[in-house]
């Protein structure tokens, strides 16, 4: 019914930058917000940035001043850029999407591993 493909994981070394991108296809209007969460071994998924559709936007503090989201709503799309990377922010990253179909639902990509070494 939705999908949501992620894409701009990889190994990049302490310092570097990445960035995660998220398309969303499927049969619905509009997408009220788009986001982040990563989950590291062990841990909680957690989330990372969310932006809802007006582009008011959410950080996690661990990322703030390091992490952008971004959205192109016309093309049903979320960024994320990652810069200045740490060995803690070493996680699966995953897009989510909340939309509503028959109610409020939250979709969620298959994750893409983001690796940083030190």
């Known amino acids: 019914q ?6 701009g ?5 302490a310092g570097g930058s990445l960035r995660l991108s998220c398309v969303a296809s499927g049969k619905f ?3 009220n917000a ?3 969460y990563r989950q590291a071994p062990g841990k909680q998924r957690e989330l990372v940035a969310n932006i809802i559709s007006g582009g008011s936007t959410n950080y996690a503090d661990s990322v703030k001043g390091r ?3 971004s959205r192109d709503n ?6 994320l850029q990652m810069n200045s990377l740490k060995p803690e922010d070493t996680a699966v990253y995953y897009c989510s999407a909340l ?3 028959s109610g409020l639902n939250m979709f969620w990509g298959q994750g893409t591993q983001v ?4």
């Open 115 to 118: 690796t940083v070494s030190s």
């Open 29 to 31: 209007f509009s997408i």
């Open 67 to 69: 992490f952008t989201i």
């Open 99 to 101: 939309i509503s179909i």
């Open 74 to 79: 016309a093309k049903n799309t979320v960024s």
């Open 34 to 36: 788009m986001g982040w």
């Open 2 to 7: 939705v999908q949501l493909v992620e894409s």
């Open 9 to 13: 994981g990889g190994l990049v070394q």
